[in-house]
């Protein structure tokens, strides 16, 4: 590997079992199916667009749907991740590096933020929920309730539970609130594909709001921080980050349609039904494992890393954009050419998804000045919809926080969205038909 400037970019051609990973299962059934074992070209590359400093002709580059308009609610919030707002118009951001949550107000009513207050303290914390006046924050191992005071600020955290699982290499845990009033607990995967030691890890798990009744709701799900319910119907949607190193072009990242009970195939199953290579199934062929797990209802461009969704439930966008789900992709670090960078649309009608289309793209550039040739004007995290119909989008690398309006005919006119890179005849991203 070769390492040039601030450019780390290399191609990988690597033997099949230098990417086994330690815990590994394996099976006869699944070394007879695994004709992958006879050796697996996988090319790859490491390569992180340099961080593009904000401007006025960048945010210009920004690409959106016809009449809508982006602005910065605030600057300087150093490390902005997950986000939610309060009845009152109130945004809550957590920031994990500093394990705080910090409260932005804007009180003139002109779009920004002009009042901030850190109001809870816990390290790494990263998961929030709000309904109502009740708070719900989530650090690795720990949940908490505590409640919003008349000042916006929050009361004493009580703790919920204090066992959840190592986080290991993905510990960005979130919780998300259902319309049958429990718990929805995203539990990442400690590594990139291996067999895991804790039940409770790559899953989604359920629980009462007092921690009572807690059970896997869902597994096999590698890192499903981006996850909510559809309004209409009540049922579970959420993208899940695809195994690394497997190639530029593998795996996708995955949408998918999340009921009790089901598993989702990783680490052994991967897209539609395909065998992993660097990992075989304990006690079962892949075929089996396969036909046991539930194959995603949508692929986006791999190695994107969704994060927060939302489900758009305000009236200020136009009709066809109620019920949809909006999900921020932060970007890659190991394609080429990088993927990601960019805020989705899936498009739901009665209930259903029917496409998945660009929303919000033009973050990733390419940059003469940058020794990779590409650079980003952030890499988004949080998205959350405002009580005015407004969506908020941060970038926990530029610390921006931005603000999404639709503005009709005074929109100021925008690049057409078009996915990030995303153009590969082989990548056949979207919807998959039943």
Same mark, same amino acid.
């Given at each position: ?22 815990? =590994? ?13 006879? #050796? ?9 667009? /340099? ?22 609610? &605030? ?37 920004? =933020?002009?009042?901030?207050?850190? /109001? ?6 990263? #998961? ?38 190592? @986080?290991?290499?993905?510990?960005? *845990?979130?919780?998300?609130? @259902? ?7 995203? /539990? ?72 009790? @009970?089901? *598993? ?39 190695? &994107? ?17 109620? @019920? ?20 989705? *649309? /899936? ?14 793209? #033009? ?25 005015? #119909? ?12 931005? *603000? ?6 005074? =929109?100021? &006119? ?7 890179? =995303? ?12």
């Amino acid at each position: 590997m070769r390492l040039t400037a601030l450019l780390l970019a290399s191609t990988l051609t690597l033997p099949q079992m230098a990417l086994a990973q330690a815990g =590994a299962g394996s099976s006869e059934p699944a070394a007879e199916e695994d004709r992958g074992r006879q #050796g697996v070209e996988i090319t790859g590359h490491v390569l992180k667009p /340099v961080p593009l400093d904000w401007s006025e002709e960048r945010m210009a580059r920004l690409a959106l749907p016809e009449g809508f308009a982006i602005s910065v609610f &605030a600057r300087d919030v150093e490390n902005p991740r997950m986000m939610r707002v309060a009845e009152d118009g109130t945004v809550y951001v957590t920031r994990r590096q500093l394990g705080d949550v910090m409260m932005l107000r804007d009180t003139d009513g002109d779009g920004m =933020a002009d009042e901030t207050e850190v /109001v809870a303290q816990k390290e790494q914390l990263h #998961g929030i929920e709000i309904d109502g006046d009740d708070v719900w924050l989530m650090t690795v191992n720990d949940l908490f309730h505590t409640t919003l005071q008349e000042d916006g600020t929050f009361g004493t955290l009580e703790s919920i539970i204090d066992d959840f699982p190592e @986080g290991g290499q993905h510990p960005n *845990r979130m919780v998300v609130k @259902g319309p049958d009033d429990k718990l929805y607990v995203s /539990v990442g995967s400690t590594c990139n594909a291996c067999g895991e030691t804790n039940v409770e890890n790559a899953t989604i798990v359920s629980m009462n709001p007092d921690g009572t009744a807690r059970a896997i709701h869902a597994s096999g799900l590698r890192n499903t921080i981006g996850y909510g319910f559809e309004p209409e119907t009540g049922q579970l949607y959420g993208f899940d980050h695809g195994i690394d190193w497997l190639g530029d072009n593998e795996q996708h990242e995955e949408f998918n349609r999340i009921t009790e @009970g089901d *598993r989702y195939g990783w680490p052994y199953i991967y897209a539609m039904s395909r065998f992993n290579p660097q990992d075989t199934p304990p006690n079962s062929s892949f075929s089996d494992y396969a036909a046991a797990s539930e194959e995603p209802i949508g692929l986006h461009t791999p190695h &994107a890393a969704p994060m927060q969704m939302a489900f758009y439930t305000g009236d200020a966008f136009p009709e066809e954009y109620h @019920g949809d789900a909006f999900v921020a992709f932060r970007g890659s670090w190991n394609r080429q050419p990088p993927s990601g960078y960019e805020v989705m *649309r /899936v498009d739901f009608e009665d209930g259903e998804p029917v496409a998945m289309e660009p929303f919000l793209t #033009g973050f990733l550039m390419e940059d003469e000045a940058s020794p990779t040739g590409w650079g980003n004007m952030g890499r988004l995290c949080g998205l959350a919809q405002g009580p005015d #119909g407004s969506l908020y989008l941060s970038d926990d690398t530029g610390g921006v926080i931005y *603000r999404i309006t639709y503005e009709g005919e005074d =929109a100021t &006119a925008r690049p057409t969205p078009e996915f990030t890179n =995303a153009d590969t005849d082989e990548l056949n991203i979207g919807l998959v038909e039943g």
